[in-house]
């Protein structure tokens, strides 16, 4: 996907190796699901982050449905284009809202469960069932740019709102509890995962502001606030929750020189970018054209992106070669 999509777009080769993604996200939730009830994970410890987790499988399917609507719309002639862009728009809601978001607090209910962290059973489940039924609700706010009638604004309010108080909830667990987790993410894990919280909680507030009709109408004539909210989700949230996630875990070791800085390079390559592509947004809003040099400059601070990730990759083969001299030594 990653190889045909660039060059070619939607054509044979993109679209048959999307289609056995599909396939294969399908399978990985049927014997995550299999496994489970092997397992009978639903009654242990980790009831929450259960959940979670089957929440997040439970998006990842719906998700599917928007590539699968975009053949009959093709077939149409593609003249309805509202359709084919709402098409989109579902999928990378109910991918990025849904599947990614519930997997990662998945992750962060199951290291607290774990670690036996006294968490409010009652209060955790509250913040789950505000999350879940928010989700489906909040497709609306991807659909606003259309004009659709008033009842859908205020439905789309209110699973913005809705978030906004899920998170207030989630904020407030993780404040009870802040010696805890402060105990169980320190060093570069407590960093990014303190980095990957704060694009979270703004993740929720940019929803919450793009239900507003005009900001709407913003977001979705200037591209640039959607790209750069996109990468706030995806990179800010999503993956230094999981660097954070797998450092905690012992997976990934964040001691070497080389891999802390990378981690420095990745996130300053990750802010810079961000500011770039917000300020190109604010520019073209206001009417000021381009950023001087904004390709130039956005594709050298997208570049510490790939150089601060092989930075880390190879502070970690060399804590493993370290490990391995020492295994024999002894």
């Not at 998006?59 to 053949?71: E, N, V, Y």
């Not at 862009?85 to 997997?103: C, D, E, K, M, P």
């Amino acid at each position: 996907m990653l190889a045909s999509f660039p060059v070619q777009g939607y054509g044979q080769y993109s679209i048959v190796f999307s289609t056995l993604h599909i396939f294969i996200s399908y399978w990985f939730i049927y014997q995550f699901q299999a496994d489970a009830r092997h397992t009978n994970q639903n009654k242990s410890v980790h009831e929450i982050s259960f959940r979670f987790i089957k929440a997040a499988l439970f998006f990842l399917a719906i998700s599917t449905l928007g590539p699968w609507s975009l053949g009959p719309i093709m077939a149409t002639g593609g003249s309805n284009i509202q359709l084919y862009y709402n098409a989109i728009y579902f999928y990378l809601h109910f991918q990025y809202n849904g599947w990614l978001s519930f997997a990662a607090l998945g992750l962060l209910f199951w290291i607290l469960e774990k670690n036996r962290v006294d968490l409010n059973q009652k209060h955790a489940q509250w913040i789950f069932r505000i999350f879940f039924w928010s989700c489906p609700l909040g497709f609306l706010l991807s659909i606003l740019w259309i004009k659709p009638p008033s009842i859908i604004y205020y439905l789309a309010g209110l699973a913005a709102l809705a978030q906004i108080v899920g998170l207030v909830l989630f904020l407030r667990l993780l404040f009870r509890h802040r010696k805890s987790v402060a105990g169980l993410f320190t060093g570069w894990g407590s960093i990014l995962f303190s980095l990957s919280l704060v694009a979270f909680t703004l993740k929720i507030i940019m929803q919450l502001v793009s239900a507003v009709p005009l900001m709407a109408d913003l977001a979705y004539s200037v591209r640039n606030f959607i790209i750069g909210y996109l990468h706030l989700v995806l990179i800010g949230f999503i993956s230094l929750f999981l660097f954070s996630f797998f450092i905690q875990q012992g997976r990934f070791n964040a001691t070497r020189k080389s891999s802390r800085w990378g981690l420095g390079i990745f996130i300053s390559g990750f802010f810079l970018s961000e500011i770039l592509i917000f300020a190109q947004g604010l520019f073209f809003w206001l009417g000021w054209g381009m950023v001087p040099e904004y390709f130039r400059l956005l594709f050298l601070v997208s570049t510490l992106l790939p150089v601060g990730l092989f930075l880390f990759l190879l502070g970690q083969q060399e804590q493993t070669f370290v490990q391995k001299n020492k295994s024999s030594a002894a």
